[in-house]
């Protein structure tokens, strides 16, 4: 299957470009196109090789859940004029991203089974086994790196460092355990279990506003809920719809990101495995088929779709 790992448009109006781990972004003034690549990161790492449709996944089922919670919090999308594609206004980036966890299990199940009990200045409680529920879901911000690893911080770091003033950390806090409510909640619908999630929050005219995707495989965890208690009460591995079984292949080839790590090569049948995941986790979640990338021409479609939204904005036909 055709995949697309990079983008490299040119477009009248444009004022800047950006690269990030997935997506690339162009700017347009306060607006900005934010084409979602098959690149796949893992432990911050860009990993060599692309996933087909895994953009176009990502994109739609980004979408659906902001769609979803804007009357939760107003978010940056206004359109998806193609399947790789979400347009919509610029944010200004709040430094610190909200990762809120109601299981143990990934980071911080690392952390605790080396004996650690702080996680961003949170306290775990004693006696917990993986995949054990919180008893409150805990927020355990991290900071929001350009290049490299984010780090975990704690919520005191954050304020008496003046990276975010109290009155919006406040304001960050209420619209993370609302929204991961709400995931729970549609995920439970759907038989599966949000473990936990990362959202990231910026400003437009000094309004809080969510940036970026939210409760998609990238971004959070989810287990199917038949079953979960009796498999992890065993201490065996619960069937799961997230990028971890990436994550998972990874540290048992000896990366986990670090320096002098050498990323493992991924074999077709593994890739293809990868792309069934997040269809099925687009399904699952939604009930019905993304729209997937069958032109040869990915990119080629991808600009002109871009060129078409830009020429409604100026009002053209």
Request: charged share 25%.
């Given at each position: 299957?055709?995949?697309?790992?990079?983008?490299?448009?040119?477009?009248?109006?444009?004022?800047?470009?950006?690269?990030?781990?997935?997506?690339?972004?162009?700017?347009?003034?306060?607006?900005?196109a934010m084409v979602a690549t098959d690149r796949?990161?893992?432990?911050?790492?860009?990993?060599?090789?692309?996933?087909?449709?895994?953009?176009?996944?990502?994109?739609?089922?980004?979408?659906?859940?902001?769609?979803?919670?804007?009357?939760i919090v107003p978010n940056w999308i206004e359109?998806?004029?193609?399947?790789?594609?979400?347009?919509?206004?610029?944010?200004?980036?709040?430094?610190?991203?909200?990762?809120?966890?109601?299981?143990?299990?990934?980071?911080?199940?690392?952390?605790?089974?080396?004996?650690?009990?702080?996680?961003?200045?949170?306290?775990?409680?004693?006696?917990?086994?993986?995949?054990?529920?919180?008893?409150?879901?805990?927020?355990?911000?991290?900071?929001?790196?350009?290049?490299?690893?984010?780090?975990?911080?704690?919520?005191?770091?954050?304020?008496?460092?003046?990276?975010?003033?109290?009155?919006?950390?406040?304001?960050?806090?209420?619209?993370?355990?609302?929204?991961?409510?709400?995931?729970?909640?549609?995920?439970?619908?759907?038989?599966?279990?949000?473990?936990?999630?990362?959202?990231?929050?910026?400003?437009?005219?000094?309004?809080?506003?969510?940036?970026?995707?939210?409760?998609?495989?990238?971004?959070?965890?989810?287990?199917?809920?038949?079953?979960?208690?009796?498999?992890?009460?065993?201490?065996?591995?619960?069937?799961?719809?997230?990028k971890e079984f990436v994550r998972n292949w990874?540290?048992?080839?000896?990366?986990?990101?670090?320096?002098?790590?050498?990323?493992?090569?991924?074999?077709?049948?593994?890739?293809?495995?990868?792309?069934?995941?997040?269809?099925?986790?687009?399904?699952?979640?939604?009930?019905?088929?993304?729209?997937?990338?069958?032109?040869?021409?990915?990119?080629?479609?991808?600009?002109?779709?871009?060129?078409?939204?830009?020429?409604?904005?100026?009002?053209?036909?």
């Amino acid at each position: 299957m055709n995949s697309l790992s990079s983008t490299g448009f040119e477009f009248p109006g444009q004022t800047g470009f950006y690269r990030g781990k997935v997506r690339d972004v162009y700017f347009f003034g306060d607006r900005m196109a934010m084409v979602a690549t098959d690149r796949i990161s893992a432990f911050d790492v860009v990993l060599p090789r692309a996933i087909p449709q895994k953009g176009a996944i990502l994109n739609q089922l980004a979408a659906y859940f902001l769609r979803h919670t804007q009357n939760i919090v107003p978010n940056w999308i206004e359109s998806t004029p193609d399947p790789n594609v979400s347009f919509g206004k610029v944010c200004q980036p709040v430094p610190v991203e909200m990762v809120i966890r109601g299981y143990l299990t990934g980071h911080a199940w690392r952390l605790y089974k080396q004996g650690l009990r702080m996680i961003s200045g949170v306290e775990m409680p004693e006696g917990m086994k993986e995949y054990d529920a919180f008893p409150e879901p805990i927020i355990t911000p991290t900071t929001k790196a350009s290049e490299g690893h984010d780090e975990d911080i704690s919520r005191e770091e954050i304020l008496s460092s003046g990276l975010v003033s109290s009155e919006l950390y406040e304001q960050m806090e209420a619209y993370t355990r609302k929204l991961f409510r709400k995931g729970q909640e549609m995920a439970m619908d759907r038989g599966l279990i949000l473990a936990d999630t990362k959202y990231e929050f910026g400003l437009i005219a000094g309004q809080v506003c969510l940036m970026d995707e939210i409760h998609t495989p990238d971004s959070s965890r989810y287990y199917y809920e038949e079953g979960f208690k009796e498999i992890t009460g065993k201490g065996e591995q619960p069937r799961q719809l997230s990028k971890e079984f990436v994550r998972n292949w990874l540290i048992e080839n000896g990366f986990m990101g670090k320096e002098g790590q050498e990323v493992p090569e991924m074999t077709d049948d593994f890739v293809n495995q990868i792309t069934d995941r997040y269809l099925q986790l687009f399904e699952t979640m939604t009930g019905f088929l993304p729209q997937l990338n069958l032109d040869v021409d990915i990119a080629g479609r991808i600009e002109k779709n871009i060129f078409g939204i830009l020429n409604r904005q100026n009002g053209k036909k």
